[in-house]
């Protein structure tokens, strides 16, 4: 399959509107069950999810209700959009190549709070950390084919981008995948400080953030230098995402207990 990945609010929408402008075939609906009156807000033009979003592996593939198996020879060139949490959790048989877009921090908070998206478990910039590193440590470790654009810079350049990923994909019209894009970009841009969004996340990590984003953006390589800062930056962060985690677990507990 050809997976597109990004964390929610980071263009995977889009992309998924521009591979199937583009001619690919795809899994998924525009408003999945009951969402087309409560998220149509967020994205009017559709979503294109289905159950394979939260991973490709034996939870979701056969399908645990209709029994329908996907069989990996069959999908090669089938985009579905898998979230990168799910992405971490697929069987590596089913992807064969990944497409996944990246949204700068700021944005992406923005973004979130919106369209009320905040989940209990930990704040936005937070979360935008913990999908980002979980990308590049996957794609360090299975090392399946992958092409990782930001989405402002397929926003600057619709045309060079679609025309870039089509072409490692190795088929699909490319100006109609740019069409799409122009069509449906957004034009707000965040005005906020970085206090009001970063959660109380220090100055010298939002740095990392923008850096990292800055590497995706121009697409350039990462440095050893620049993976060792990544690591630090996690293992700083560590802490308050398992204090975060065991705040939820505990609320879900006395969630079970209080209905009992």
């Keep these: 399959m050809i997976i597109v990945t990004g964390s929610k609010r980071s263009g995977t929408s889009m992309w998924m509107h521009v591979l199937i402008a583009a001619g690919l075939p795809f899994i998924g609906d525009r408003f999945p069950a009951g969402w087309g009156e409560l998220l149509r807000h967020a ?11 939260s991973g490709i592996n034996y939870r ?12 990996p020879d069959h999908t090669r060139t089938h985009a579905v959009k898998v979230f990168i949490p799910g992405l971490v959790r ?7 190549r990944c497409v996944a877009t990246v949204r700068g921090w700021r944005e992406y908070v923005a973004s979130v709070r919106r369209v009320g998206l905040e989940g209990p478990s ?19 470790i299975r090392g399946y084919p992958a092409h990782v654009v930001s989405y402002d810079s397929f926003l600057r350049d619709p045309a060079r981008v679609a025309a870039d990923t ?4 190795g088929f699909g019209d490319a100006r109609a995948a740019a ?30 953030f923008d850096e990292l984003h800055e590497f995706i953006d121009q697409g350039r390589p990462l440095t050893a230098r620049f993976i060792a800062a990544l690591n630090e930056t996690d293992e700083a962060l560590r802490p308050m995402v398992l204090e975060r985690q065991a705040q939820l677990d505990a609320s879900t507990v ?7």
């Design 60 to 71: 979701s593939n056969p399908h645990p209700l209709t029994g329908a198996y996907l069989h």
């Design 254 to 260: 006395a969630d079970i207990v209080g209905r009992r």
């Design 90 to 96: 697929s069987d590596v048989a089913f992807i064969d």
């Design 43 to 53: 994205n009017p033009d559709g979503f294109f999810e289905s159950e394979l979003m």
């Design 122 to 140: 930990m704040p936005p910039a937070l979360e935008w950390w913990c999908n980002q590193y979980a990308l590049i440590r996957d794609l360090a």
């Design 179 to 208: 069409e799409v894009v122009r069509a449906h970009a957004p034009q707000t841009r965040v005005r906020s400080p970085d206090a009001a969004l970063a959660d109380g996340i220090a100055p010298r990590h939002l740095e990392i």
């Design 166 to 169: 089509l072409d490692w994909i």
